[in-house]
């Protein structure tokens, strides 16, 4: 026979339930000094409000199995846009944008551009807001301006994430070079991999104008000595997060079978964050293939093994 307190318990939490949505909050570092306000600004209007304190770095990364464990109703994610994952919890973006001053920077670059006319503009979503004057700004000085139709992980047109490149692949044919316009190197760097067109890097932050042609061909330098060392490993190591956004364990499978019948040893390593300390412990791989986030080959210098891109392992089982 059941004891009616904990009939009753079970009836109070049932209640709960139905009275309030839970909800769990996951902010990117830079916004988790604003989580509390964030939080009571939530609460106010009846949720309860769990808050996800594990790095987020991207849309991608959906904290499903925290949510799950929260019993939550509905994840909410700041400063992401929309993106294509699945979640059997709905999942609401809310998008962070940081207005910024732009003239006195850009026009610092309009001096570099030079005699470049035709100029493709692209951002991160934290100043996409802003691209439409940015490009006023650039026409009212003389040029062309084009802004490419973004790919299939990204929500707006001229907005880049590095795992999207289309606003840049949409117009490489049709423009002389493109400006970067945000902070960091990340998107910068990648964007300029993504083209053989010359990419200027245009910090609000920091007010500074640099072309990326140097950090290009040093990563396309490290890249090249990647894919040499792999050639002769016998051992691979497929990483695969389970991130929602990341999870292709299909890819996975897909490369493991590649490589074995290429007369390799292969095997599948899952992991939700990558920590190089463990990565690192698995001495008997030679190679590893990163079919999560491109993100991670940013960080090859804390792999004691050479760290490949799905496309990179291709060429060398076709070689
Ligand atoms: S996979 Fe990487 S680059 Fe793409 S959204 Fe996620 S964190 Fe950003």
């Not at 795992?163 to 493109?178: H, L, Q």
């Not at 190591?237 to 499978?253: E, R």
């Not at 493991?256 to 939700?272: D, H, W």
């Amino acid at each position: 026979m059941r004891d009616s307190s904990s009939d009753f318990f079970i009836f109070i939490i049932y209640s709960e339930r139905r009275v309030f949505v839970r909800i769990l909050l996951q902010l990117p570092e830079g916004i988790k000094s604003k989580a509390l306000r964030i939080v009571q600004k939530l609460e106010k209007e009846g949720d309860e409000v769990v808050v996800s304190c594990s790095p987020c770095y991207g849309a991608c990364d959906v904290a499903l199995e925290e949510a799950r464990r929260c019993d939550a109703d509905r994840i909410i994610q700041y400063g992401h846009s929309e993106f294509p994952v699945r979640s059997s919890i709905p999942v609401e973006f809310v998008e962070y944008r940081t207005p910024v001053k732009f003239r006195a920077v850009l026009s610092k670059a309009v001096k570099e551009l030079g005699g470049y006319e035709r100029i493709g503009i692209v951002t991160t979503v934290q100043h996409i807001g802003q691209i439409g004057e940015i490009k006023k700004f650039l026409e009212g000085k003389g040029k062309k301006v084009f802004i490419g139709k973004h790919g299939k992980k990204a929500k707006y047109d001229g907005q880049i994430l590095g795992c999207d490149w289309g606003s840049i692949k949409d117009i490489e044919n049709t423009v002389d070079c493109f400006i970067f316009f945000g902070g960091g190197v990340f998107h910068a760097l990648g964007g300029a991999l993504a083209t053989e067109k010359p990419l200027l890097a245009v910090d609000p932050f920091s007010r500074s104008v640099r072309w990326m042609s140097e950090e290009r061909t040093k990563e396309l330098r490290r890249r090249k000595g990647a894919l040499l060392a792999a050639v002769g490993a016998k051992n691979f190591g497929i990483i695969c997060s389970t991130k929602p956004g990341q999870f292709n364990f299909k890819k996975a499978l897909y490369l493991k079978k590649l490589l074995e019948e290429g007369g390799r040893k292969a095997c599948i390593l899952v992991c939700n964050e990558l920590n190089f300390e463990s990565l690192n412990n698995l001495l008997e791989f030679d190679c590893f293939v990163n079919t999560a986030c491109p993100r991670i080959a940013e960080d090859y210098a804390r792999s004691r093994k050479p760290i490949l891109g799905v496309d990179e392992i291709k060429k060398i089982i076709k070689k």
